[in-house]
């Protein structure tokens, strides 16, 4: 199997993978996978996306093992250094002369499955050690993948040297890793990115984006890699660990000649309804979600994906009984975190009237109290979502519960769906009913409980933010500063704080008061520590101020 015939035969097992022939796709590779390093690479990722699809332990095991037997295949095309020269950069004008056209696209895979392989062994196992380990193998790929970066620069012999398509290949490769690592870097806040950068990281934004963009509109088989990963990043990074200004006429671009081309895909239809969804075309999204989910009955994981967004585009209409149709189906087929899913079932059940909840048959008081014992660890530390949840649900587990206020609306602000929801101003406007509606019920209790102030902050910082999209940005500013006005009396939220005040700077960025906005969001990121979903925060308030500041998110 000599390496062009290599890449041709992993773009159809590509091709086949796009059109859900998941089994054929993986069938073509096996044959090949201990004898050529991109089978051996093809085989493993798809394993590997798998085993995160489904979060099985034994799925994991699987991804890992098939991982270190494509690491022992490529590590054998991968040219033999001697100790000096190991030590010694691999980047000089004789490394590129040195390396053969099959090694250095070695190089390059074996970097591939080490990146793979450090994610896999951080959710397979909590151990310190493991951990490390990760991190370790993580340095390496970025190591090799700069080496090769500098070497597609320094080498200008190379495109003379070998066949124009095999370094088309290769260049795609480089694109793909130094982009992914670029960008990902990126989003890490400073203070994180200070200890990176002492071994040896470095993220640049902008330079991710355009190594992806060069990869995407190139001819690799990488090219799809490169097109989903910046479909990943405009779609939900940008808007789980960002200011929720991902680039949807890009990721339409990017999509559009993949529709055309796997217009059954399940991966693209996914894709395509996604970003409806955050369009604010909750109905256009909900039928594609439903094709996506007749497109193909092998991997069901990619059913849970889209009852989890279906779940979403209920709850932003406020259909709560088809919104708890899906987190239901959640609860009995996902894998991926029972507590957020019964959480998710239970907080939704509480927005129903008690005949609808009734005529479920379900009881939201024991639903909330099976949240605690079923959170999971992945690499020694619990989900912080997942926390979150436990800590809220803890208010059912007395004998005299007292009930979550809008729980489902809270959860829709830690995902940042007001961000989503805000695109349309008439579900706005429902959901700013519903909140005034919890509003007045707090203002007219007359036995206020222990929870009374956090519960009417919530309601003012869910207000504010309604108040925000609907343009009346003064009534906003008020709800939001009743909150910080609150901050001695608050019990339990205390991460209502840090939050409120992150809002009320994007507030004022809105009014292009840029000097107000970044001392609020300087305040949320110096004033507040050990609250929930902290790290989510800060990698919002990094987003936010590299925007302000006008620079892109990276370091010098």
């Not at 394993?47 to 093992?65: K, R």
């Not at 991982?67 to 000096?84: E, G, I, P, S, Y």
């Not at 890699?225 to 006429?249: D, K, R, W």
């Not at 830690?414 to 429902?430: A, H, K, P, Q």
Request: aromatic share 10%.
């Amino acid at each position: 199997m000599d390496l062009r015939h290599a890449l041709e035969e992993c773009t159809v097992a590509l091709n086949l993978f796009l059109n859900n022939k998941f089994s054929e796709s993986l069938e073509l590779l096996r044959p090949w996978a201990k004898d050529s390093a991109y089978h051996a690479l093809g085989y493993s990722t798809i394993l590997v996306m798998q085993a995160a699809m489904t979060f099985e332990p034994q799925d994991i095991q699987m991804g890992i093992s098939t991982m270190k037997d494509a690491l022992q295949t490529c590590q054998r095309f991968r040219k033999r250094n001697t100790v000096v020269e190991s030590l010694s950069s691999l980047v000089s004008k004789q490394a590129g002369d040195n390396l053969s056209e099959e090694e250095m696209h070695a190089e390059i895979c074996y970097a591939e499955c080490l990146l793979q392989k450090a994610a896999l062994t951080f959710v397979q196992d909590e151990n310190m050690i493991n951990f490390i380990k990760g991190g370790l193998k993580i340095r390496t790929s970025y190591q090799i993948y700069k080496e090769c970066h500098q070497l597609l620069h320094s080498a200008t012999t190379l495109d003379n040297k070998f066949p124009s398509e095999t370094y088309h290949q290769f260049e795609g490769g480089v694109k793909l890793g130094i982009g992914a690592f670029n960008l990902m870097l990126s989003l890490l806040p400073s203070r994180i990115l200070r200890l990176l950068e002492f071994i040896g990281f470095s993220g640049n934004r902008e330079l991710g984006l355009s190594q992806l963009r060069e990869g995407a509109n190139g001819t690799s088989i990488r090219a799809v890699l490169c097109v989903l990963t910046l479909l990943f990043y405009h779609t939900y990074i940008s808007l789980i660990l960002g200011t929720g200004e991902g680039n949807l006429n890009e990721a339409d671009t990017l999509l559009e000649p993949y529709i055309k081309k796997f217009p059954n895909g399940s991966l693209i239809l996914f894709y395509a309804a996604r970003i409806d969804v955050l369009k604010g075309n909750f109905e256009k999204a909900e039928m594609t979600f439903q094709q996506c989910i007749v497109a193909q009955q092998e991997w069901k994981q990619i059913h849970h994906l889209c009852y989890w967004e279906l779940m979403w585009c209920y709850s932003f209409q406020q259909d709560w009984l088809q919104a708890y149709r899906y987190a239901d189906l959640l609860c009995k087929e996902s894998k991926w975190s029972k507590a957020i899913y019964v959480f998710q079932k239970a907080a939704i059940l509480s927005m129903l009237p008690d005949d609808d909840v009734k005529a479920t048959g379900e009881d939201i008081v024991s639903l909330f109290r099976e949240v605690e014992g079923l959170k999971q660890r992945i690499a020694g530390k619990s989900i912080p979502t997942e926390k979150f949840a436990i800590r809220k649900s803890r208010r059912y587990s007395s004998s005299n519960p007292v009930k979550l206020v809008l729980p489902a609306l809270e959860m829709m602000y830690v995902w940042n769906g007001f961000t989503i929801v805000g695109r349309r101003s008439d579900l706005t406007e429902s959901l700013l009913v519903t909140i005034e509606k919890a509003e007045v019920v707090l203002q007219n209790e007359t036995n206020p409980t222990e929870y009374s102030v956090d519960d009417q902050c919530l309601v003012q910082l869910l207000k504010g933010l309604c108040l925000k999209h609907l343009g009346r940005l003064l009534q906003a500013e008020l709800c939001l500063n009743q909150v910080i006005q609150s901050e001695k009396r608050l019990k339990y939220d205390h991460y209502l704080l840090p939050f409120t005040f992150y809002e009320l700077g994007l507030l004022h960025k809105q009014q292009g008061d840029f000097d107000k906005a970044i001392r609020y969001i300087e305040t949320a990121k110096n004033n507040y520590k050990d609250y929930s979903m902290e790290s989510r925060l800060h990698f919002r308030i990094h987003a936010a101020l590299s925007s302000l500041k006008g620079s892109p998110a990276s370091t010098p």
